[in-house]
């Protein structure tokens, strides 16, 4: 396994990360993903630790919290050789407290998502979503109690836009309280706004991504397909709604290139996507998840290799869109292209 620093943090992640979405199963969403028990999830964990995944990543809302009560129950006897990431900020109920990230509730998060794991601390805790009724400065300011307190160990952010991962991060500058190190963000061959801006801010100013579905909410297993009906096993019968769209065309032309190249490299078809991640900048962990073993093993062979530069530019144009305004005149004025030359690994913003 490979391991990278998180961002402009001491914290060295493993470049593959485990998702625990798939523990316990309740509910519509999280149902659809999997419903692993106890005993299978010790599994997952036995061959995710002896492979060098080291990261278990899960969030409040995942099966209204029984995703951390599994991953807690599956830790035990080897806490000391996982870092656990989890995240809150979401709805959890209908109460006027039980949303955002106000100061009583990310300090009630955190109490509970520590007793459900069964831990004395959070090694990553991020904010699962903006919330732009509580100032910045308050949210700052009670993650910095709670460092203090050494219940969690870092923090980050998910789904943040590039003003609202800014702004936080200006705040925490001014005020001393701890910076972002993590982004937790969606980013696949069929998604890839990130690179738009919050790759050159993450570049900018020290905050790695944990990369979320790299796999473009399942549709890079190599099932689904031009001219095919979706599987009849496939999530997104269940899950398509709640995932990010996609556009069938550009799917399709995605999966080809995948094909050609994995026939290419004796890959299959989401171990070179994954690899393709593993190569963008700004990548600290890629977040794999598994219904099963043999689902996880074939995730685990994107590691020990690369796709060679050839490889990625044409997986770089299969994936390419028009990026909106104010982005597209630096990829098509030259004027606008001199004054930001494309970053590092050829991605360009």
């Known amino acids: 396994m490979e391991y990278r620093q998180l961002g402009a943090s001491g914290l060295k992640v493993p470049a593959l990360s485990f998702g625990a979405g798939t523990f316990a199963g309740k509910g519509e969403l999280f149902g659809a993903w999997g419903d692993t028990d106890v005993a299978q999830a010790r599994r997952l964990v036995d061959i995710s630790l002896d492979a060098g995944v080291t990261m278990f990543d899960t969030a409040d809302v995942y099966s209204d919290g029984a995703s951390e009560e599994v991953l807690g129950q599956a ?3 080897r806490r000391d050789r996982a870092l656990i990431s989890t995240k809150a900020g979401l709805p959890t109920g209908d109460g006027p407290g039980d949303a955002g990230t106000s100061r009583p509730r990310l300090i009630k998060a955190v109490d509970d998502a520590l007793r459900r794991l069964e831990t004395d601390h ?20 009670t993650l910095d109690d709670l460092v203090r307190a050494g219940k969690l160990r870092y923090v ?14 200006a705040a925490a500058e001014r005020y001393g309280y701890p910076r972002y190190v993590a982004h937790q963000v969606y980013y696949s061959l069929v998604g890839r706004d990130y690179e738009w801006e919050l790759m050159p801010l993450g570049l900018d100013q020290g905050v790695g991504a944990v990369v979320w579905s790299p796999l473009g909410w399942g549709r890079l297993t190599g099932r689904v397909r031009r001219g095919r009906p979706i599987p009849a096993g496939s999530r997104l019968h269940k899950t398509a709604a709640f995932g990010p769209p996609v556009a069938d065309e550009l799917l399709y032309t995605v999966v080809d290139a995948l094909d050609e190249i994995a026939a290419e490299t004796g890959r299959s078809v989401p171990q070179v996507a994954l690899n393709w991640l593993l190569q963008r900048p700004t990548v600290s962990s890629v977040i794999i998840g598994a219904r099963d073993e043999s689902q996880l093993r074939e995730n685990l062979g994107a590691i020990g290799w690369n796709l060679t530069p050839d490889q990625v530019a044409r997986l770089d144009a299969a994936g390419s869109t028009t990026v909106p305004y104010p982005y597209y005149p630096y990829r098509r004025q030259e004027g606008f292209a001199r004054l930001n030359p494309p970053l590092v690994g050829g991605v360009e913003f």
């Open 156 to 169: 980050g952010v998910s789904n943040f836009s590039g003003w609202q991962l800014m702004k936080s991060l």
């Open 75 to 77: 830790l035990k006897g």
């Open 122 to 141: 959070i090694d990553l805790f991020q904010l699962h979503a903006f919330d732009a009724a509580t100032p910045v400065e308050e949210v700052l300011s």
